[in-house]
């Protein structure tokens, strides 16, 4: 019998913040690479910047994933994916007409009016942090909480049932999730989500859901199931991505104090800064992906009708032949041009907010905690290898204590 030559992924890491070390020599040697899913399908693997770049501004490739080929990489998200009608998962000209409709919404003008607001929720998180006992664990006081909090204040959506999303995400971002509990934790949630969307109609307030319900679901531009879609997508993309990206920048942060030293005496800095952690962390580790609608001529391969493609982001920002040095992390590099957040028509709608939570919760952090450290060993972490979004499952931070007064001072 012929021997299956072909690379076996998702790969492991070795190091927690660099990719799996295949995608350096991928990226050298073979940066069109078949590669073997749990299913035994083989689609392309693209590590190389501007091939990743390319696919994804190419029309000739889906985001559709009931199409035949669409890479499914893991078993228990290829229901969900399948059931996924909501834009992100659309080829033009409907992904644009619906995209349209809340594309305003997350403007920079948009989204820097809601800075204060932001600041507040992440003030708020922080003085919940000092008062309580240390150590704290990070993910669940201060990276979770944050952009849950966000998105539902913008859309509308109650903040005491975030439980309800969380629980849908984390399953949905779950590479062992079996299907049955996937397509459990979707039926919860758009049940929730039909029933919200029902009290904006006869209740409409000063919110991005509203505003869907009053302008474009009561004219008729929009039927329920398509509202109930960007609902879920809107209150979703952000999710596990932001928590994730939030946890890992302070983590890389610690771990590298010069560059933080910089940040801090430089806080011009901090715009930047985001941009190279996106980079660096690369969170949506299992890659965009794609299939092929037409032959295909990428950067002179041809990638052929009905082949997936895997769109390796971890690798594409790591590659030399854009980033000099790639593998350190460098604040003061200009980094804009990474793709943490895609590419093309499909590119992250939520970047701006993402960003802007970043830059303040980053800020914000390290200015009011004095000495915030890792509260275990840092072999003691448990990086996220096995999720579609990368990152630490908890993330225990400790910190110099205020000197209190002395108990005989007068005064
Ligand atoms: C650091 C945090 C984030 C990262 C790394 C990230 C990454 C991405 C990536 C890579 C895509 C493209 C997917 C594709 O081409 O198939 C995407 C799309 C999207 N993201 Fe984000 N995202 C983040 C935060 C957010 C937030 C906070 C929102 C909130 C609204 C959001 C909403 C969306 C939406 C709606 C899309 C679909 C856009 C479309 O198909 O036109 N994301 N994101």
Redesign the pocket.
Known sequence: MEKDESLAYPMSRECPFDPPPQYGELRRDAPFKKVRLWDGSQPWLLTRHKDVKEV?SQSNFS?EPLREGYPHIFEGRMAADKADQ?????DAPE?GRL?RM?VRE?TVKNVERERPHIQEIVDRLIDNMLAGPQPVEFVEEFARPL?TE??AY?LGVPYEDHEIFHRATRVQFGSTSTPEEVGASLKELLAYLDDLISKKETDPQDDILSRLVTEQLVPGHLDRSAMVDITR???S???Q??I???ALSVLTLLQNPGELAKIESNPELIRGAVQEL?RY????QAG???VAREDAEVNGHLVKKGEGVI?A?PSANRDEDIFADPDRFDVTRNASVH?????????????I???I??EIAITTLFARIPGLRLAVPFDELRFREDMF?YGVYELPLTWNKPNLPSMNQEG
């Not at 909501?86 to 659309?90: A, D, G, K, N, V």
């Not at 793709?339 to 970047?351: K, R, T, V």
């Open positions: 994804l985001a909501s834009f992100i998962r659309l992904h995209r809340v997350f952009p966000v998105i913008l997508l809107l209150l993309a952000g999710h991505t932001s994730n990206m939030t996106l962390s690369s969170v949506i965009v992906r794609r769109c982001l793709l943490a957040f895609g590419y093309g028509i499909h590119q992250c709608l939520g970047q907010l993402a960003r939570e970043l979004v």
